[in-house]
């Protein structure tokens, strides 16, 4: 079964870090362009980072350049987003994504995304 689970969300404070991990199963997170996506209530689904597989690079919305890194474990077949100095409006669901489309879609277009997603993972940063 082609599928995503994702594990990690939670309550912080301001200026902690936390690490999403999204495992896949039915697939390899190294032979598909992967994403991160991030969606508050009454706004559209906006790309947080995404690994392309065409050329392995990596893109972070400007909002969240210096402080997320994403990667991906081949072994472990999980995709992860390190998330470090967290603000009040990094707040949203959370969702893990592989675009099974090639050449994969960008990262500001997860509407494109034709593949399979998490189930999405609440995330909560308090001021």
């Known amino acids: 079964q082609v599928q995503l689970v994702e594990s990690g969300g939670g309550l912080v404070q301001s200026g902690d870090s936390l690490t999403l991990s999204c495992r896949a199963s039915g697939f390899h997170v190294d032979s598909y362009g992967i994403g991160w996506f991030r969606q508050i209530p009454g706004k559209e689904r906006e790309g947080v980072s995404c690994?392309?597989?065409?050329?392995?690079?990596?893109y972070y919305a400007d909002s969240v350049k210096g402080r997320f890194i994403i990667s991906r474990d081949y072994h472990k077949n999980t995709m992860y987003l390190q998330m470090n100095s967290l603000q009040p409006n990094d707040t949203g669901v959370y969702y893990c994504?592989?675009?099974?489309?090639?050449?994969?879609?960008?990262?500001?277009?997860?509407?494109?995304?034709?593949?399979?997603w998490g189930q999405g993972t609440q995330v909560t940063v308090s001021s």
């Open positions: 994504a592989a675009d099974f489309s090639y050449p994969d879609h960008a990262c500001t277009a997860p509407g494109e995304w034709s593949g399979v």
């Open positions: 690994i392309s597989d065409r050329d392995g690079s990596t």
